[in-house]
């Protein structure tokens, strides 16, 4: 559907036009400053109406459940303008809830995550109950979270990558994995805040993402532990992104990435933008690079996987091989 030419100068959405052998299946109007009441016309309306862009933003925000207006134009839209009015029709729809944290100086972006409607349609196409997808106070709390800008940082990361694939239609980010997703899968060794395979001519590459929380840099390369034994597990390396929140801390936490024993590379989320040209330094490197182009290397000699204690990755227990194997 059009983003335009639906809505006419009043602001009002049209009745839908009923056929000759049905009956109309909405019977409200609202203006551009208002939400319809959700109801079974309400339903009805929007569910014949849901583009497969629409469908795939609403399967994003169950997943990764926030993203802003910025992210979700550079990943699904050619321009600012068509985001907008299509994000907007999306929460006029009742589809998808927005909120603009405050912040001290300028303005933020809207942030997005799903509403009711949203919800339902998702939970239908999964074959699951909507209340284990959303929940009015969930949406509320994530808005005054503080690790609101750790979820739409990291997203970002994957949002970015969406807009560099979008560039060729040989480039595609063919998998995205939230860290819930992720903690199911490398069970107790480690829990990274994004899994991704980055696909082009062709050839596939799978990487972490690991988020600076700020902690001390012993505590931080101590929990990237868990990624060597992950190798070990896997029989392979993986590139273990990991975004600094500056210059001078990924300076402090590159001093200790040499001995953790993994593939690894760093980048700032104020320097130098995430995942563009140019923007990991791979340990052990000296120049920035765009990683994806050549296979894990620089780790630690891979070694026989021994289960620590109890722990072990959740694929190995359930005999699912990882998506690279």
Not at 60 to 88: G, I, P, Y
Not at 301 to 314: D, Q, V
Request: proline fraction near 5%.
């Amino acid at each position: 559907m059009s983003c335009r030419g639906a809505t006419p100068a009043n602001g009002q959405v049209n009745r839908p036009r009923p056929s000759a052998d049905r009956k109309a299946n909405s019977g409200w109007t609202f203006s551009k400053s208002t939400r319809p009441t959700f109801n079974d016309n309400l339903v009805l309306y929007v569910t014949r109406r849901l583009t497969e862009r629409d469908r795939t933003i609403l399967d994003m925000l169950a997943d990764h459940r926030v993203l802003t207006s910025d992210q979700l134009t550079e990943a699904f839209f050619d321009s600012a303008t068509t985001a907008r009015h299509r994000l907007t029709k999306l929460h006029q729809l009742r589809v998808v809830q927005r909120f603009a944290p405050f912040v001290s100086k300028g303005s933020a972006p809207y942030h997005y995550v799903l509403d009711r409607l949203g919800a339902e349609v998702v939970a239908a196409e999964r074959g699951v109950e909507a209340k284990k997808l959303w929940k009015q106070d969930r949406s509320l709390v994530l808005a005054r979270t503080a690790t609101l800008r750790r979820i739409v940082g990291i997203n970002g990361v994957f949002t970015a990558l969406m807009h560099e694939a979008r560039q060729s239609d040989a480039r595609e980010l063919s998998l995205w994995w939230s860290a819930a997703r992720c903690a199911e899968w490398c069970g107790d060794l480690v829990k990274p805040d994004g899994y991704g395979i980055w696909s082009a001519e062709g050839v596939a590459r799978d990487f972490f993402v690991e988020w600076d929380r700020n902690e001390p840099p012993e505590a931080w390369v101590e929990r990237l532990g868990g990624h060597a034994d992950l190798a070990d597990a896997l029989e392979r390396h993986v590139w273990v992104l990991v975004v600094a929140s500056s210059l001078r801390r990924e300076a402090d936490l590159r001093r200790h990435l040499d001995r953790a024993g993994i593939c690894a590379a760093t980048a700032t989320r104020d320097g130098h933008g995430f995942p563009l040209r140019d923007a990991w330094l791979p340990v052990g490197g000296t120049r920035r690079e765009w990683v994806f182009a050549r296979e894990a290397t620089g780790g630690r000699a891979l070694g026989e996987f021994r289960r620590p204690g109890r722990s072990w990755p959740a694929w190995l227990y359930r005999n699912s091989a990882p998506p690279l194997a």
